[in-house]
């Protein structure tokens, strides 16, 4: 009986106020308001009434934008309206003003360019030549597997702004032995930059470089370094505050760093000293100190079996001494052994000639130049033929 009477006496008080404020209106204080906004004075103006954003009640917010609160916002002119929040946070601006997603580009190889960058760092062909005869080698061409490591950064016309959250979304260019390939598409943001690593089969044409007789020698190709600006298309994605979605076409350019040209006319070389067979291997040694480095510590030696140069022509000496200056066979192999070849600098190789006769400031005979030239510690080193002294 008792819940018959609660059920009862609310079924009483619901039909009280509708009949206070019949449909469509609502009891605003002790007014009804019409949901349809035809009684929008007073207390009724913001209960789901629009006419006073329209008729100009707040100067510079004519639009209006109702919110799931029953109330309505007065927003600037040509704002838009999001549903379903507070009328507190109903307008939004409808211009768009940020890109947010940047795809599908296209690149224009044939449009490439490319200039040289001197800041970026070489990379290098290592070619360690062996040679055991008598003649001097031809290298030929030099064929290497190397790593290359470029970069790519994009650069984007569009008078829409971009953000560190706008979207990449594009294929990395990569460049090898003058042809530009695109790699899968990856997404990056905005000003990250995208790299690519990979390993290239080159071929240098040496120039007609040789290795010199009865020596090993170090020679390092050095590519030149270049960037390529490729122009592209793309589509860019906007979204505005009220959540609408726009799209057009941009421009821009990509910017691919880290490219090495081995060819012809674009290589550097640094040809390291001719070392005798019979000295210490200079493979082991950067080239850049190959030339203060002394790959036959005992060529000075007065002991033919430490000398390099009497080993390499089987030159015996007076009792085995192979620079013994009272044997007209005195061997010269570095002018710093000998007091008497005190006008040679001190890290020139004195060599022998093919006859086995060697150099007059250990003997004190006339001489004569032979063709035969190489180079040793980067000096000029001359096989001369002695000729028994004047009388």
């Not at 080239?287 to 009497?310: D, V």
């Not at 000496?317 to 005195?330: K, L, P, R, V």
């Amino acid at each position: 009986m008792k819940l018959t009477l609660s059920i009862s006496a609310v079924a009483i008080l619901v039909v009280t106020v509708e009949a206070q404020c019949p449909f469509p209106n609502y009891k605003v204080g002790n007014k009804c308001c019409n949901l349809f906004g035809k009684n929008c004075a007073g207390p009724c103006w913001n209960m789901g009434c629009e006419t006073v954003c329209q008729q100009g009640k707040y100067p510079g917010f004519p639009e209006s934008c109702l919110g799931n609160d029953r109330h309505y916002a007065c927003c600037p002119k040509g704002s838009g309206c999001i549903p379903n929040v507070p009328a507190s946070q109903a307008c939004c601006n409808q211009e768009y003003k940020e890109i947010f997603e940047v795809s599908d580009l296209i690149y224009d190889f044939s449009k490439a360019t490319s200039s040289i960058d001197p800041q970026a760092s070489q990379l290098e062909i290592l070619f360690k030549g062996t040679n055991q005869g008598s003649r001097p080698q031809d290298i030929g061409k030099v064929t290497q597997t190397i790593s290359s490591s470029q970069t790519t950064g994009w650069t984007f016309s569009s008078a829409t702004k971009m953000s560190a959250s706008t979207k990449v979304k594009a294929g990395i260019p990569f460049v090898a032995d003058g042809a530009i390939t695109v790699g899968l598409e990856e997404t990056l943001t905005y000003g990250e930059s995208g790299s690519k690593t990979s390993s290239i089969a080159v071929s240098v044409d040496t120039g007609g470089n040789s290795v010199a007789a009865y020596s090993r020698q170090m020679f390092v190709f050095k590519s030149t370094m270049k960037v390529f600006n490729v122009p592209f298309t793309a589509t860019a994605t906007m979204r505005n505050q009220c959540g609408s979605i726009k799209k057009e076409t941009i421009t821009g350019q990509g910017r691919v760093s880290g490219v090495a040209s081995f060819a012809q006319g674009e290589v550097s070389k640094v040809i390291g000293p001719a070392v005798p067979i019979e000295c210490d291997s200079p493979f082991n040694t950067p080239i850049e100190q190959q030339g203060t480095t002394n790959f036959c510590p005992n060529s000075g030696s007065p002991e033919c079996k430490f000398n390099a140069l009497c080993v390499r022509y089987q030159i015996t000496g007076n009792q085995g001494i192979c620079c013994d200056a009272a044997d007209t066979s005195a061997c010269c192999a570095v002018a710093k052994a000998h007091t008497t070849c005190d006008k040679f600098k001190p890290e020139e190789i004195l060599c022998p000639s093919k006859g086995g006769r060697f150099h007059p400031c250990c003997i004190g005979a006339a001489f004569k130049i032979e063709s035969n030239i190489t180079k040793v510690g980067g000096v000029p080193v001359i096989a001369i033929e002695t000729l028994p002294p004047h009388k």
